[in-house]
């Protein structure tokens, strides 16, 4: 099979499953009655409208190829830095080294990613960044909270920035026997991670009672996790024909992915609820802000990019 | 054209967002009146509007900033539907409204910053006296207090460059009329109904 046959597949089961979703939404919003019912109903349909958005935009990216898919990732890294940037308070003299973040490392990391130079692209932030935000901060001559703001920024940079950057990247990871078909990496990333956000949601309303960490992030469950993260990993194993794991592997990455993105979630819930906010943003209808839903993909980007570096390149 | 260029720049740097809290979007004569804490306060008030609503609106502007060289004044004028206020003191007691008497005498709508210039605060300081005048002259117009979030933190005073952090405006109940009113007691209220909106401060960045 051709790298186009399988994507047109992939696509194709998404879009099955999704309209089996949005069926489902439409019959339960018939049947329940229930207030509190409706409402999870209705933030159920909004969800699954928003997905069908998002599937639309990554199914354009990759018909329009690598560039696109590239910009796509910097705008998203764009709307989750200004989000995050914008619900965590700032002072005055945060103004340059937040400058320097949005206007040249932000691009920059990008066009790394794109002209494929790894080299530079692992060290241009922990490296060059962190050496020169501290800096303009201390040359605006305010000490005032100085350790707080700098880190602010720099875990700010690295979250939304350095870490989403890896989700590109995949595409480029030279795989003997898998040349061309890195983009069928970014999509098991994305498939999973998603896949185990929704089941988690699922599980924990079905069946949630021990809640996790009812002080940071009173929706997560035991059985949630344990659900989601086992169907998760089925989904990995079944994916297997798309990736240059063997099944038992596969499901073993998807393990992972699912692990990092619940610590991803768990810590941005942490930020949010010392904010005393719920969501990062309105921009997704029912789902929040973009960083709602990329705080999973943030924190298992560079996860798996590195294992299957590690593991299955030369 | 301009506008939408300008518009879908700003939304996509700051946001912009409406938020109709006490009056609703009508087609009617208005006085929105602002905080101001930034050059992208204009800008940002004026993405935020509808567009039929836009169409009959003029953002009052500073004719020393946005007058200045001819890109500024020629966004100020075709963009921003802008009126140039001389704000300098320089010219006759009264004649300063002139242009503002001009446009509400057309039926149109106005964005007016009452505290005259930047303020480094949260809340907006002590409004002079044009708004009261304006609104007395019309009294048919309706007085909507709107306050501006964020906007100082995106660009604060002296920065070359704004930063993409989400901005969002505001809109009150419009403000009562209250007959033979003083203008201190007037202003003090229009005041207070701008603070009034303001969402409560974010917690400081403690260690």
């Known amino acids: 099979m051709t790298l186009f ?35 999870t109903v209705e933030n159920l349909n909004a969800r699954i409208k928003a997905w069908w958005g998002m599937i639309a935009i990554f199914a354009a990216c990759y018909a329009l190829g690598f560039t696109a898919t590239v910009l796509l990732f910097a705008l998203t890294s764009f709307y989750t830095l200004r989000e995050f940037i914008s619900l965590t308070p700032t002072q005055r003299a945060d103004h340059a080294p937040l400058v320097f973040a949005f206007y040249v490392l932000l691009p920059l990391q990008y066009w790394l990613v794109w002209s494929d130079w790894y080299g530079l692209f692992a060290i241009l932030i922990p490296v060059y960044g962190f050496l020169l935000l501290p800096s303009l901060s201390s040359l605006q001559g305010d000490p005032e909270n100085f350790l707080s703001r700098v ?70 469950t035991v059985e949630g996790l344990v659900g989601g993260g086992l169907s998760a990993m089925a989904l990995g194993a ?14 073993a990455m998807a393990g992972l992915i699912v692990i990092a993105g619940f610590l991803g979630g768990l810590s941005l819930s942490a930020v949010k609820r010392s904010m005393g906010a719920k969501d990062w943003g309105t921009m997704v209808e029912g789902h929040g802000g973009v960083l709602d839903r990329m705080d999973s993909v943030s924190f298992a980007a560079p996860l798996f990019f590195h294992l299957t570096r590690y593991f299955y390149t030369v | ?87 300098s003191g320089s010219s006759a007691p009264g004649t300063a409204l002139e242009p503002l008497r001009q446009v509400l005498a057309e039926g149109h709508s106005l964005i007016l910053f009452p505290e005259g210039t930047r303020s480094a605060n949260r809340l ?58 003083e203008k201190e007691a007037f202003l003090l209220r229009a005041q207070a109904a701008v603070s009034a909106l303001a969402p409560p401060a974010p917690e400081a960045l403690t260690s």
């Not at chain 1, 795989?175 to 924990?204: H, K, N, R």
């Not at chain 2, 809109?171 to 009113?181: H, I, K, P, S, T």
């Open chain 1, 238 to 251: 079944a994916l297997w024909s798309i990736t240059p794991f063997s099944p038992l592997a596969a499901a």
């Open chain 1, 151 to 220: 880190s602010h920024i720099q875990w700010a940079v690295m979250l939304t920035v350095y870490r989403i950057s890896h989700a590109p990247a995949l595409i480029l990871l030279q795989i003997p026997g898998y040349e061309g078909q890195g983009f069928l990496l970014l999509f098991f990333l994305t498939a999973v991670v998603q896949f185990s956000d929704v089941m988690q949601y699922v599980f924990g309303k079905l069946m949630g009672k021990t809640k996790l960490a009812p002080v940071i992030s009173p929706s997560k």
């Open chain 2, 124 to 181: 907006p300081g002590p409004f002079k006296s044009g708004l009261y005048r304006l609104a007395k002259e019309f009294p048919d117009a309706e007085l909507i207090p709107v306050y501006l979030d964020n906007p100082a933190r995106a660009m604060p005073k002296g920065a070359l460059l704004p930063l993409p952090i989400i901005c969002s405006a505001h809109f009150g109940l419009a403000l009562a009329r209250v007959e033979n009113e």
């Open chain 1, 5 to 39: 046959q399988k994507s047109l597949i992939l696509f194709g089961i998404v879009v099955v499953i999704l309209a089996l979703a949005s069926a489902i939404g439409a019959w339960l919003s018939r049947r329940v009655t229930s207030e509190g019912g409706l409402a």
């Open chain 2, 1 to 87: 054209m301009i506008d939408l260029v300008l518009i879908g720049l700003t939304r996509f740097l700051v946001g912009a967002h409406c938020r109709w809290t006490g009056s609703a979007p009508e087609e009617r004569q208005r006085i929105y009146f602002a905080n101001h804490a930034s050059h992208l306060d204009t800008l940002l008030l004026w993405s935020a509007l509808p567009k039929h609503l836009r169409a009959i609106t003029h953002p009052a502007a500073a004719a020393d900033y946005w007058g200045q060289g001819a890109v500024k004044r020629y966004i100020a004028q075709k963009g921003l539907n802008a009126v140039l206020v001389d704000r």
